[in-house]
């Protein structure tokens, strides 16, 4: 029932193996299948899962993850959530694995709303500022002359009287 989906270069492929082969089982099929459109046989699933970076948005990390993850092999759950939270990359992955998600889902669901929270707290592009009014001139200290009278403050003092 799988090969009456098949397309294009996929379905010719298909009709090769019959004429080949037969009708394959489910189980060679599916093994001729990744043969021939999977993976190739010297890559490193895992090695590739833990290399996974977040270089963009959270969303299409997660994409990226779970496309890598499905090919990765049997991993516990407490595993998945490492991998996803250590990629993420600070300070974004200490704000996840600081509520100690347990799942991967609980994971990429905070991860998606920590995100959000950042682009609304982002502070703002800083303007250039300038004073409002400009600064006062600085105030000159004049000596008095010699044998003058110190004035005391707030007093006047006029001379020649």
């Excluded at 000596?143 to 707030?154: F, I, R, S, V, W």
Aim: charged fraction near 20%; aromatic fraction near 6%; hydrophobic fraction near 40%.
């Amino acid at each position: 029932m799988a090969s009456n989906n098949l397309e294009e270069g996929a379905q010719l492929w298909y009709m090769q193996v019959q004429t080949d082969e037969g009708t394959p089982s489910w189980r060679r099929f599916t093994d001729l299948l990744n043969l021939c459109y999977g993976p190739p046989l010297g890559s490193a699933p895992l090695f590739e899962l833990a290399d996974c970076r977040r270089t963009s948005t959270v969303a299409e990390y997660q994409d990226r993850f779970q496309a890598l993850l499905a090919r990765a092999g049997p991993l516990d759950e407490a595993q998945r959530v490492q991998l996803f939270t250590g990629s993420l990359l600070p300070p974004l992955s200490m704000d996840v694995r600081i509520q100690n998600p347990q799942t991967l889902a609980a994971a990429m669901s905070l991860a998606r709303q920590m995100e959000l929270r950042e682009q609304y707290t982002a502070p703002p592009a800083k303007a250039a500022t300038r004073p409002l009014l400009p600064a006062p001139p600085p105030r000159l200290a004049l000596l008095a002359p010699p044998g003058a009278k110190p004035a005391t403050p707030g007093t006047i003092t006029v001379e020649g009287r």
